[in-house]
């Protein structure tokens, strides 16, 4: 066998590595520059293709003639954190009901009951908003944090259940039922049995959750007004007749950071082997 | 069908090893077409080292892999033309039992009516061809693991059958007719089978030879009766029957092994000196509880004393612990047989011509 | 203190996984549950449990009715076949766990758990997590963690049917030592294999269909069976079946030629019955007899056992040791006639033969 298909494939991952980090690369210089530097061509190398300067990152930390994203980045943070994990706790519960126990609502069996959590999240979110527009109208939830968390957790449940479920039913039964025999009432069997080997699926449940959360902009943007601001609502308001690349950059950079550190928390927790194995 | 040859092929992880820590120790091995073959041993004995030098996943660090005389051992899997099983079913799930079957064939490009015949022939012997058009991901665990051999058995010129543990994932409830459909259908297709397991039911069961191995060492070859009646080592008259074979210690006397009071006259006189250690083996099937006034042994037994210390029924059989000093000897004995009462004294008789000598863990050679 | 099944009756699917079925389980005494799969032991089990509902039926714990007391107040112990253990605790702290939920005090908890872990052979490993032992190895932390709760109840389905040949022949010897501790516990041992039930029971439970076929002491169970199923199951391999006739001084069974009516047999009317030929009691060879064509052979532990065709009538012969014989080899069969069973044509045992003095 040639040696070239094994260099073409390298050449490819190259290519492909060079064209995923790019954006990162060129968020991150821009984010350092200034008007000046953003105009013709692209840069790359600061001190020697351009002047490095901080003023995009004071802009966006409130510096003068900036937005301070400190605030949003605040909220975003907390409805995202509490309605994950309230959807989690709730999911989870939920997913284990519908694995071990069998229900039937109507016609409709666990399998049904499964894909109805899952439809929520099949419908265009502008079909949702209204509704949800009115419910939180009635308790004055609407512009509050809080309003926004019940949002949230109604978003990422349907996530939460389905990751769970699919992840409960590959435990053995026969793991709880022992738990029952062992003096367990069916919602310790659950706590002291299945949930410390769940730590991969709620691990999974928790990243979708976190994502989601923290990417949303279409229901924030429609449910709060001038009190609570999220981080992506903030990141769309620098946006003006001329886009101020420098601040987005580091805009874009500073809602990525909750990200990343969830990205390496997961890796390490991953690859500890904690999860590995866990579960037959 | 080929003749596959290992010559003096070892493998060593790491180059420079202790030769004695090697995973798998320098071997000949000729597995002749078309017979069935049994690859035993606890884990980590070398077996799956030996099937994956076989099937070209793995290049030995010596030696020669010839197929039909053809030098292969640098040849890789694919181009090897063997079938493999493992213990988890490979099938196409999406595709029809049909197209699962066929695929090995059209990917050698046979022409679609030479498929169609073969593939019907075959899939009646698996006792699949009123089911051709059901999706595969429909079928049960054991009907997979067919159809994996199946795959294997439509390529009319396949090389070897390489089968790993098949029947791991298969409920033990239908273990043994999945065991015995793939019995038959190697009778039937007779390709060369090498088969590995660590259940000597299974091998036996399975293969018309068994090579028994241990700590990467092939410890004996042989038909299940030549492993039964003469195992070359303790090892394997363990491994061998239930219960396993007895094996008193004692020491070498005028050509017979003095054991306590006892001199048990051996079937041969082993080659080692005067008091060296030899190991009597005997299994318990040969053992004779001599009844009180009934016919006392003759010369072609050696007569041992022990005290009954318990009785398993079996059914058909019972089996008898009897503590000769301070070993413990088991004696299966048919239900018929009268057992004296748990903790009476009772004689034993042990044929000369079943009683083999070990030395060292190892059946001795013929010393005369 | 014995457990009562009292006519315990479990219908799933239009199916009868328990019809009927009334027990009385003795404390202190091993009881083993006898049948082919799908013959509602597990089912049995799975109500002594608490895990299952029945739709009619009992258990009474002294007396006393468990239908109202969930699985985790019945102080039941369970070992699973397959091998369950709780995969994010070690070897000891799953031994533990039952304990501690029993409030039995840290200290004592861990010293029972010792204790156990070191009657199955596991002290070297009790540190480790089940993912990390073997097969056998994990079995045996089961058995350690239902042993070391002294519970009530101790169910196990079919604990070995998992393991390998030589594990399964090795456990079931262990197992044997420590059933004789249990003490007052209520033991019961389902299994499939006529040998694990007769050398582990006191008392031995043929189940059939859903339905108790016959309760007795191994020797009872193994030289009068009280049917055709019964005897089919109670012997490995299952004994031959064959529908025969007596004729004055003569046995007819398709398929072999006329045999000697044994004494046994005296005393029954000439008529049609089912006759009973153990496999041991056929015997082949290469003279005289008829002749029948090998179709498969299968060896277990010491013994061959050789299916044959016998002009159409598929009969299987148990042969003491291991022998090399193939498929599709010609060889004659012969009976020993003083060793047939006799049922009527319904299935119940008409004759047995004599056994030895057990």
């Known amino acids: ?280 | 069908m080929a003749t596959l040859t290992l010559e003096n092929v070892a493998q060593t992880y790491n180059p420079g090893e202790d030769p004695d820590r090697w995973a798998l120790k320098p071997l000949e091995l000729t597995l002749e077409s078309g017979r069935t073959y049994a690859l035993v041993g606890p884990s980590g004995c070398g077996k799956t080292t030996l099937l994956n030098i076989l099937s070209g996943l793995v290049t030995p660090s010596h030696g020669r892999v010839t197929f039909d005389g053809v030098d292969v051992t640098s040849t890789p899997t694919r181009l090897r033309n063997i079938a493999q099983v493992f213990q988890f079913p490979v099938i196409y799930r999406s595709m029809t039992v049909r197209d699962n079957l066929a695929f090995p064939l059209e990917c050698r490009g046979w022409p679609r009516s030479r498929i169609e015949e073969r593939v019907r022939a075959v899939a009646e012997a698996l006792g699949l061809a009123d089911g051709l058009d059901v999706p595969a991901s429909r079928l049960s665990a054991d009907e997979k693991q067919l159809i994996s051999l199946g795959r294997g058995l439509v390529r009319d010129d396949v090389a070897a059958v390489l089968m790993d543990e098949p029947l791991t994932v298969i409920d033990p409830q239908l273990k043994l007719s999945l065991r015995r459909k793939i019995r038959q259908l190697s009778d039937e297709f007779a390709p060369t089978v090498i088969y590995v397991t660590h259940d000597q039911y299974e091998a036996m069961t399975f293969a018309q030879e068994l090579l028994v191995m241990s700590e990467g060492r092939l410890i004996q070859r042989g038909t299940p009766e030549q492993l039964f009646e003469s195992p070359s080592s303790t090892f394997v008259g363990w491994f061998v029957g239930s219960p396993s074979m007895n094996f008193l210690r004692g020491t070498l006397e005028r050509g017979a092994a003095r054991v306590g009071e006892h001199l048990i006259d051996l079937a041969w006189s082993p080659p080692v000196p005067h008091g060296s250690e030899v190991t009597v083996g005997i299994r318990p099937e040969y053992i004779r509880i001599v009844d009180g006034g009934s016919h006392p042994g003759d010369a072609s037994e050696t007569s041992v004393h022990g005290r009954l210390v318990a009785v398993q029924d079996h059914g058909e059989s019972r089996v008898c612990e009897i503590q000769v000093r301070e070993q413990q000897v088991a004696v299966k004995v048919r239900r018929e047989v009268h057992v004296p009462k748990v903790g009476s004294f009772v004689d034993l008789g042990l044929p000369r011509s079943k009683c083999l000598p070990y030395v060292e863990g190892r059946l001795a050679t013929c010393g005369d | 203190m014995s457990v009562v099944a009292q006519s315990l009756t479990s219908w799933v699917d239009g199916e009868a996984h328990l019809d009927d079925v009334t027990l009385t389980l003795e404390p202190g005494r091993i009881h083993t549950v006898l049948g082919r799969t799908g013959a509602g032991k597990t089912s049995l089990l799975r109500v002594l449990a608490g895990l299952s509902d029945v739709d009619s039926g009992d258990v009474l714990l002294d007396g006393r009715s468990l239908r109202e007391v969930p699985p985790w107040r019945r102080e039941t112990a369970m070992v699973y076949q397959q091998f369950i253990n709780y995969p994010h605790l070690t070897a000891l702290e799953n031994v533990m766990f039952p304990l501690r939920r029993a409030k039995v005090p840290a200290a004592e908890a861990q010293r029972r758990a010792k204790e156990a872990l070191e009657q199955v052979g596991l002290t070297h490993l009790s540190d480790r997590r089940p993912g990390a032992l073997s097969g056998g190895q994990q079995q045996r932390v089961a058995i350690a963690r239902a042993l070391a709760r002294r519970a009530r109840i101790l169910l196990l389905d079919e604990p070995l049917v998992n393991l390998d040949f030589k594990l399964r022949e090795q456990l079931r010897e262990e197992l044997r030592g420590l059933f004789s501790g249990v003490g007052e516990t209520v033991v019961v041992y389902t299994t499939t294999e006529p040998a694990e039930a007769l050398m582990l029971g006191d008392e031995v439970i043929v189940m059939h269909e859903g339905r108790v076929a016959q309760v007795g002491s191994p020797a009872v169970i193994f030289e009068t069976p009280a049917t055709t199923a019964v005897a089919r199951v109670v012997n490995d391999p299952p004994m031959n079946v064959i529908p025969g006739t007596l004729q004055g001084e003569h046995v007819a069974v398709r398929g072999l030629d006329l045999l000697p009516r044994a004494s046994h047999l005296a005393g029954f009317a000439d008529g049609p019955y089912l006759v009973g030929i153990p496999a041991p009691s056929l015997t082949f060879g290469t003279g005289p007899g008829v002749l029948a064509t090998i179709t498969f052979v299968e060896i277990s532990g010491s013994e061959t056992f050789v299916h044959v065709d016998l002009q159409g009538t598929e009969l299987v012969v148990r042969a003491e040791g291991i022998h090399d014989v193939s498929t599709g080899d010609r060889v004659s069969m012969t009976v020993d006639p003083s060793r047939l069973f006799l049922f009527t044509e319904d299935g119940t045992l008409a004759a047995a033969p004599p056994h030895g003095r057990s």
Not at chain 1, 71 to 82: A, D, K, M, Q, R
Not at chain 1, 110 to 139: A, C, E, G, T
Request: aromatic share 14%; proline share 7%; with cysteine.
């Open chain 1, 1 to 280: 066998m040639s040696r070239w298909p094994r260099r073409a494939q390298y050449l490819l991952l190259i290519v492909w590595a060079v064209f995923t980090a790019m954006p990162f690369l060129w968020a991150i210089t821009t984010s350092f520059k200034d008007v000046n530097a953003v105009q013709g061509h692209v840069t790359y190398v600061p001190w020697l293709e351009f002047e490095p300067t901080l003023e995009a990152w004071r802009q966006i930390f409130g510096g003068a003639g900036g937005v301070n994203l400190v605030g949003p980045f605040v909220n975003s943070l907390i409805i995202t954190v509490c309605a994950s994990a309230i959807a989690i706790v709730l999911g989870a519960l939920a997913a284990y009901g519908l694995s071990r126990f069998r229900y039937r609502i109507g016609p409709a069996k666990n399998k049904d009951i499964v894909f109805f959590f899952v439809s929520q999240r099949i419908m265009p979110p502008v079909v949702l908003v209204i509704p949800f527009f009115f419910l939180l109208q009635m308790p004055g939830l609407l512009d509050t944090r809080l309003g926004l968390i019940i949002v949230t957790v109604a978003l990422l449940l349907p996530i939460a259940v389905w990751v769970m479920v699919d992840f409960f039913d590959n435990i053995p039964r026969e793991i709880d039922e022992m738990a029952m025999l062992e003096g367990c009432t069916p919602m310790q069997a659950f706590l002291r049995a299945i949930v410390p080997n769940s730590a991969p699926g709620l691990t999974v449940a928790a990243m979708f959750c976190a994502v989601f959360g923290w990417n949303d902009f279409f229901f924030a943007f429609r449910l709060t007004f001038t009190q609570v601001q999220t981080l992506p609502q903030a990141v769309v308001a620098l946006n003006s007749s001329i886009p101020p690349w420098w601040t987005l950059s580091a805009a874009a950079l500073f809602g990525i950071i909750p990200l990343l550190v969830l990205a390496v928390l997961v890796e390490r927790y991953l690859s500890k082997g904690n999860l590995a194995g866990a579960v037959r």
